[in-house]
Structure formats: C-alpha cells, structure tokens
C-alpha cells in the first residue's frame, strides 16, 4: 500500500541537529509549526538522528551537510542551506588551529597528537581534517588521537587549556571571539564546504515544502551571535563536490 503523504491535517515529524541552533523562537517558524501541527524532535546523537532518517520516521531535516552522504539512497532531497552567521556566504570555512605556542608550523608535524572534534559526522571538525590529510592518503584515527570535545568554541577553549593539541573548526566561529586570534594560530584550512541543509521526503506535500521553504528564505539573517542566519537556495553542486570528497576518503572516515 502507498505511503500517504503529509497534509495540513497529519501532524509533521521533523529532526534536527540540536547543535545547529535554529532559531526557534521566530514567529514564523511559530505559525508555520502550528499551521502543520509539526512536532521536531532535536538530537545530539547523529547516529540516531540518521538511522530515523534512513526508516523515513520523519517529514523533513536540518542537519549537517556531512550526514547526507550517509543518506543518498533514502528518499530525501535538499530545499534551502542555511548562511554563515558571521560572513554571511552560502559556504562554510574549517581551520586547523593549535595554541600560537605550539612550535607546530603544519599539521603534518602533529602525527600522534590529540586532535578534537564535535561528532563523526560534524562537516568542520571531523570529515574537514578526515579530507585535509586524506589528500595525502591518511587516514583520521590513524594519524591522531582523536576524540569528541565540546562543540564550536568549547574546540577551541579546550586547545588553549592543552586538553588537546589541535581542532579544525568552523571559521566563522573562530573569529567571532577575537581573543581566538590572539592565543590560537591557523595551520590549514578548507574552504567552499557546503552548510546544513534542510532536507524533506521525496513525497512530503509540494504545498508544504513550498511553505517550509518560503518560510525559511523568509528568516532574517543578522541575528547576533547565530552559528548559522537565515538561508539561501539549495547548494547542491557544493554538496555533491563535498560526497565526491568523502567519497575518496581512504578508510572510512565515519567512527560511529
């Protein structure tokens, strides 16, 4: 029997990466979940959030970009990507930073050492270093000792309080603290990655993924602070790019 699809009357079933900080509180996603009666379940463990994704248990997503290449067979396809909170571009950056004392001038010189990530699926500080030293045919857990931090600036803190010796991280939060620049020292860096998306079922209502998006381009940007401020079109072409990098991953880059 046929899957029904979503109605203004079905209640909506949504997941999001808890780590991502939509902004809840804005009076149009307000009208929008009531509209739809969505429910949005957050996660911090991607693992589960994914597996949900891959039985269809829910009605759209907004994840890392990094997750939908574990998703490329499930019936899903993108509708916005969001924008960088502090540069504003439809494309995110990652840095590889260790403390500006540590004698290291690359990340070739930190074979062995402690490198902090968020999660195994965090585009910026676990596939951005599982690709920079894949390029030279390494392979992550290999190369460093490798484990979850805390998340965005917590890389950092934990950097500078020599828990680790190094994290990639995403630019924009980098220099949202300029103190960052200050005590800390960029090695490497990758550019051009592609931002969360959000992501909807294949046979989700045209009505309700024409409202979801509208809604969503509609979101202001110039929230203060915000890891991620508004949204643009869907950026499919930098995310194919980025599966064919995770792709040519020697290994599988993905721990969990």
Request: proline fraction near 6%; charge should be negative.
């Amino acid at each position: 029997m046929p899957e029904t699809p979503a109605t203004q009357t079905r209640k909506l079933e949504a997941c999001f990466d808890a780590n991502l900080d939509f902004p809840f509180d804005s009076p149009a996603w307000g009208k929008f979940a009531s509209d739809t009666h969505c429910s949005v379940t957050s996660y911090t463990d991607l693992d589960i959030l994914t597996t949900g994704l891959r039985q269809r248990l829910f009605d759209f997503s907004y994840l890392p970009s990094s997750n939908c290449f574990f998703l490329r067979d499930a019936p899903y396809r993108g509708i916005v990507s969001a924008m960088t909170g502090l540069t504003k571009r439809a494309w995110q950056s990652s840095v590889f930073v260790v403390a500006k004392d540590n004698p290291a001038t690359t990340w070739q010189e930190l074979r062995g050492k402690r490198l902090g990530y968020i999660n195994t699926y965090c585009t910026t500080s676990y596939f951005s270093p599982s690709v920079l030293i894949g390029r030279e045919g390494f392979v992550l857990k290999d190369f460093f000792d490798a484990f979850p931090v805390k998340a965005w600036q917590g890389q950092i803190d934990a950097v500078l309080a020599g828990t680790i010796d190094a994290t990639m991280v995403y630019e924009d939060v980098w220099l949202a603290e300029p103190g960052n620049a200050q005590r800390t020292k960029i090695l490497a860096r990758l550019d051009d990655l592609p931002t969360p998306p959000f992501i909807v079922r294949n046979d989700l209502d045209e009505a309700i993924v024409t409202e979801l998006k509208q809604m969503l381009l509609g979101l202001p940007g110039g929230e203060k602070g915000a890891l991620y401020a508004g949204f643009t079109d869907y950026q499919d072409a930098r995310m194919q790019r980025w599966f064919a990098d995770l792709a040519a991953l020697p290994g599988l880059a993905h721990a969990a």
